[in-house]
C-alpha cells in the first residue's frame, strides 16, 4: 500500500501554498484544521527542536494530546540515540501510546526555537520524516500507512509559507521517486532545485 500523506495545518494560507504545490498527488491530501481533528491517521510528524523539548507550538499540541509522558520518552531516545542532542535532518519514530494513531514522527526543524529562513532545514526535516515512515515500514509488522504532516518551520521558524511548500515538496518527489544510480549531476541538479543550504 502506498502511503499517504496529510498535509494539516489551520493556516488558510499555508494550506493554499500547499494545494499549488501538492495538488498534482493523489496520495496527498491538504486538510485546512487541527492535527487533532483528523479521524484517521497512523504516525504525526512533529516539527520539533533537537532536544525534544516540546512545550511550544504544534510540539505542545502533540504532547497535550498524546499526553506528556511522550515528551519524556522522545527526550530519553535523544539521550540514548544521538547524545542528547537530535541534528536537524533526522527523525525517529516511535510510539504514541494511542492505539488509534500509533506513531509520532519527532523531526526537528531547527536545533532551538529560532528563525530558519534563506536555509534547506524544511527540505531536510521533510525528508528526514519520510525516510523514517520508509525504514519503519521495511523493518515492522505494524505498517505507517497514512503520514499527518503540519507546514514545517512556518511559524517560529518564520518561513515563507510558500517556501516552506515548495521545500516540502521536493522532499516527497524525491522520497517517490528516488534516482536508479549516484553522480555528480544528480548531486549537483538535486542542489539546485533545494536551492538554500549554499550556492553552487
Known sequence: MALKLILVDPNQLLCE?????????EN???????FENIPEFDCIVTAGNSFGLMDG????????????????RVQKYILG?????QPVGTSF??????????FVAHTPTMRIP??????????LAMKAALLAVYHHNNSNAEKINILACPGLGTA??????????????????????????????????RQKSV???GEI
Open 17 to 25: 501554498s500547499f494545494n499549488k504545490y501538492f495538488s498534482k498527488y
Open 28 to 34: 496527498v491530501s491538504i486538510v485546512n484544521d487541527r
Open 57 to 72: 507550538g504544534v510540539d505542545y499540541a502533540i504532547v497535550r494530546y498524546f499526553g506528556t509522558d511522550l515528551q519524556t
Open 81 to 85: 540515540n544521538f547524545l542528547g542532542e
Open 93 to 102: 519514530i516511535i510510539e504514541s501510546g494511542n492505539k488509534k494513531h500509533p
Open 114 to 123: 529560532m528563525t530558519i529562513e534563506f536555509t534547506d532545514y524544511v527540505y
Open 156 to 189: 517560529t521558524g518564520k518561513v515563507d509559507y510558500d517556501e516552506a511548500a515548495r521545500q516540502m515538496e521536493l522532499a516527497y518527489r524525491f522520497f517517490i521517486d528516488p534516482p536508479k544510480a549516484i553522480s555528480w549531476g544528480l548531486a549537483v541538479d
Open 195 to 197: 536551492i538554500m543550504g
